[in-house]
């Protein structure tokens, strides 16, 4: 709350809650302030309030506004009370301007009541500021003839209630006298009010009705013997309050007091009415009610002669102060008393216009601006008609199209273009910036501030917004937004709603975004979009993706090529490459997110597309392994399946039986680097159908049945690695001493074969001495102590369990990321991929991080794989089958397919036509890395058996 009052002047300040004064004192300039502590007093701050009419419980005290205004004000300005002040400038008012004296008199007795029932030293009676006596106090039953006839007949006397304010009409209904005397208009019960709503108002003749009635039954304990009402402040604080609501009623009228009550709570105003009674409570007043007796008046018993006064009713003054308060206070209530006043005293044109206020004050503007229209008051018509929103809207266009003066409002105006179907931009934005014009020149109109403005102005923007030009630029929205800024300068409202759609169509989504977020409309696809394209990198490609913008999110892979995706976001990412049938760039982010499902929708998208789909369907089945879903892999070993979503195209299942044979190695090199394969059992048992046996024996025809063809595709370390985990110790056995021997003669793998044979027979030597088959064993331990010695071994050498690989997680390590868009050229390949002449764009070129020690690499349709291990290099043609193979410390090539001719100038230069490919391998000796060309693309591949 900003301090903007630089005087402030509070009334009925008896009735402040804490919170109300922290407001107020906030709202003054200098509580903001440093002052020097002689200007303090200077300070324009005035309270005015009398305790004695706190009507609403808050169980706040003059003497704590007090206190506080003197924390957090006075001692907030002067902490070192250097002026020594620690209080207001208090001022007791002695003096009752508005009441004939027997009125103060009788005012004054209700006052020292209340001293003798609670103790209040402090209480001092008023004295009038008139001579004039008035009528005397007169108290009447209820049921009276005369008094009613009187009520009817003059309308001047004012009934207060002790009712609860907004209780009136009800109470009335409930009362069978009043319900019989008493005139409604429209609800409201004339002439009719509680002590709280006539409360700082004043009127000419008041009757209190029904107080003693009403009065707690324990209120005058004190005067029959009694303590005062001191001990329980709590049970005391409804008594206070009922005192103070009838002090309220009884000090309204100016010239006249009536009480009226059943006769049979007529005890009641003894204190009043009793001579002895009076005496006595004046006599047990502090210091013996010294100040209070010659100020005192009691009451008589009315008479019919009494109601009736010398001079005529004043209506007008009545139905002017009824006015006033209605006014000023907003209070239909009032509006309503004062047009049956106006209209007693013969002003029907002022009676019509305090009821269409009162219409007005209780939110029926388009009623009240009707009530206008007929007595001829156009500007009020049309304000309140402007207040009722869309349809007061209507009722202006449609008055002004028959009314010159109403056409000629700008309201008429406003309420003419929101209804036109004609409408146009030019209209609507002149409106606008008219009343931005105004507003520069200080020419707001006086109820700009007001809601209906808000809403008309919204409503205007709305239908701009619906006329705007679309072609797409922004110069229109850039206008608008210029003029809505400066009418919200100017202190009209523009709703957080309407400013988001201003940022949206500027391009500015930021901001769009966050004036969105304030009004709470997060659901529209425009605020998705804003979003999405005010959210940096990556965390957009979610939000693009969700929007089906994929396209987008490829530019913005594009633009970002070295930022590190989330798994989450590479999945987003894969899946929006995926459906933008880019596979290739889709690929090794799938392959990050390890999203089985999403993996599994490439393999099909890309099925017909080269390689892709072999490795998306190989990561399918590598990553079972490292989930340990058995199931999957089995039932790819039954049917060659894979787990995908959705049902797959007949051309997708067909592709997956050509493509098993590669699968199933693909799987291998998964369960040669598994650690729980080796747990699983050989055989199905009761407890468990998951079993080593379908992968053992689909491993024994890989690489023991089909001759030396693995090599192409398997490290023999992997191969030995995955046939040994899976169980079956014969075929292990026999890999190494046969199969691998008869593949590969080199000197590593014959090393590889004697030490991994070794570690096969001591797992059978370990199997026979469980079974106790002695003579077995005794033969094993034989072989295994001359192996040993042969490979240069002693028995207590330690061989590793199974030969080393790197992890499961290296099967899925990403592919150098090629262009996500199929006409943007590749970069080169993380394996040394270089340009040697210009070349068209390559379908893929792909490689794992450099410092692998399995690295696969694809340009077009040739497949390279180089397992550092073993130092070979494996090609394969993808769309023939035809492998070759490069055993690259022995600096040689071997392949049943294909021809490589040595060059006749470099002997280490090989070439092989079917493939345009030429191997150098020169560089073996000095850097041990080989460089192979490809002439049809224009590129050179160095593959290095040193890590980066």
Known sequence: MRPVASAVFCDEAQDFTRVELEILLRLNVFSARKLKPEDIPEVPFVFAGD?????????????????????????????????????????ELSLNYRSSQNIVHFSNLIQALRVRLFDLHEARPQRPWEDRCGPVVAWYAVNHPDFWQVFKETNDITLILPCALGEEADTVEKDPVLKAHVTFMEGTPINVLSAERAKGSEFPRVAIYGFGRDAPPNLLRPLEGGSSHTDNRDASLPLEYFLNRLYVAASRPKNQLLVLDPPEHRAFWRFAMDEATQNRLL??????????????????????????????????????????????????TFMRNAAFAWRNAGQPTRAAECRARALLFEGRCLDAGNEFRQVGMNDAAVDAWWES?????????????????????????????????????????????????????????????????????????????????????????????VISRGLIEA????????????????????????????????????????????????????????????????????????????????????????????????????????????????????HGRGSVAQHAAGAILTLAVIREEWPVVLAFLKSGAIPVPGKTPDSFAKWLISQKSRLEYALARALARSPSLPDLPY??????????????????????????????????????????????????????????????????CAKLANERGIVCLERQLRSAEDEGRKKQAEDLRKEIAARRANAGLGLADKLPD??????????????????????????????????????????????????????????????FELFRNSARLNIQHETTGKTASLHLRENRIESADVAFVPASDQPNVHTCADWSLRVDLSRLAGEAAADLYLDASGLLLRFSLKPN
């Not at 425009?526 to 490609?541: I, K, M, Y």
């Open 51 to 91: 305790p004695f009419q706190t009507i609403n419980p808050t169980g706040f005290r003059w003497e704590d506004i007090k206190a506080a205004f003197t924390q957090k004000f006075i001692l907030a300005l002067d902490p070192s009370l250097r002026l020594r002040r620690r209080e207001l400038n208090y001022r």
């Open 491 to 606: 202190g009209f409202s523009l709703g957080p709603s309407d400013l988001g759609n201003l940022h949206y169509h500027c391009h500015e989504f930021a901001d769009a975004v966050e004036c969105w977020t304030r009004a709470n409309e997060t659901s529209s696809p425009e605020f998705r979009r804003a979003r999405a394209l005010s959210t940096p990198f990556p965390d957009n490609l979610p939000l693009l993706h969700a929007l089906g913008e994929d396209a987008r999110v490829a530019d913005e892979l594009s633009a970002h090529p070295k930022t590190t995706l989330s798994p989450e976001i590479s999945r987003i990412a894969g899946v929006s490459l995926t459906l933008l049938v880019q596979p290739e760039a889709a690929l090794p982010h799938l392959l990050r997110s390890r999203d089985r499902d999403a993996l599994g929708q490439l393999a099909i998208v890309a």
């Open 389 to 481: 929103g869309e349809p007061g809207l209507t009722r202006i266009q449609r008055e002004g199209n028959a009314d010159p003066e109403i056409a000629s409002r700008v309201e008429y105006r406003y309420a003419n273009f929101l209804a036109s179907s004609r409408a146009t931009v030019e209209q609507g934005r002149a409106l606008l910036q008219e009343l931005l014009n105004s507003a520069r020149q200080g020419e707001t109109l006086p109820y700009a501030s007001r809601p209906s403005w808000a809403f008309v102005i919204r409503q205007t923007f709305h239908k701009l917004c619906d006329l705007a030009p679309t072609d797409g630029t922004t110069a229109f929205w850039a206008d608008l937004k």
């Open 683 to 748: 055989t199905e048992r009761s407890d468990s159908l998951v079993c080593q046996k379908p992968m053992a024996e689909m491993l024994r025809r890989l690489l023991l049945e089909n001759g030396s063809g693995w090599l192409a595709q398997l490290a023999p370390e992997e191969a030995g690695a995955a046939i040994e985990r899976a169980g079956h110790r014969g075929d292990a056995l026999r890999f190494y001493t046969v199969a691998l021997p008869a593949a590969d003669s080199s000197k590593q």
């Open 802 to 863: 199974y030969p080393k690989l790197d992890g499961l997680d290296a099967l899925l390590a990403p592919p150098t990321l090629p262009a996500p868009s199929p006409q943007t050229p590749i970069p080169p390949a993380a394996a040394a991929i270089s340009s040697g002449v210009a070349a068209p764009p390559v379908t893929s070129v792909t490689a794992p991080a450099p410092t692998a020690t399995h690295i696969v690499c694809q340009v077009d349709d040739l497949r």
């Open 283 to 332: 006599g047990e007043l502090p210091q013996s009610g010294v100040g209070w007796t010659d100020l005192v008046t009691g009451m008589v018993e009315g008479n019919a002669n009494g109601l009736r006064l010398a001079e005529a009713p004043d209506h007008e003054a009545n139905a002017r102060n009824y006015q006033e308060q209605g006014l000023a206070h907003r209070d239909p």
